[in-house]
């Protein structure tokens, strides 16, 4: 059976190239869009980026892919963001003002170390560090605790505690890895991680085939 596609947004911001290869290093089947109209025919959906959050919203919103990403995880597709990709999953950030996200999880994007904050740590969060695993995932399969990835970002996801599935610390802990349902983000980059990184890239490329084959049968047992 072929691999179910998983489609790359491209709307001009990101580190497109090392996305594309760490889920192509892991045998993936990995196509990168710009197209809107390709949100709804594909498998699963990766929303990559790197650069200021009220920049990234201003592209998604002007290249007209707010709506169709709202209706793909609706309908249940699987969605993960990455670094900037992962804090505009949230309601808001506070990133030079008051800038509007996509909503599709609980929270709000924060400055480490904001206004009235003593600076204990150079911001930005530049380097290695451990992930805590919060709790039994898909993702995390042959993913030991502890283990290290790595992080370059100046704001961090302030999450419930149900969205965090893995958190971080830097000065104070923050959500590393955040999920509900269909939706799940990294607020590392993976393609950057090694090994690790690549793992979890690879768990979510396993995810997407499990759920496509769940949704194959269910179609079928509808037509038979």
Known sequence: MTAPRILVLDYGIGNLGSVLKGFRQVGAEVELSGDPTAIAAAAALVLPGDGAFGATMDEIRARGMEAPLRAAV???TPLLGICIG?????????EHGRHRGLGLLPGRVRRFFGDGVERRLPVPHMGWNRLKQHRSHPLFEGVA????????HSYFCDAPEDVRLASSDYGHPFAAIVGRGNVLGLQFHPEKSQAVGLRLVENFALMVAAHEGRRTSAVAGVRA
């Open 74 to 76: 609706q309908a249940g």
């Open 86 to 94: 992962m804090q505009v999953l949230f309601e808001e950030s506070e």
């Open 145 to 152: 605790d502890l283990a290290h990835v790595y992080f370059v």
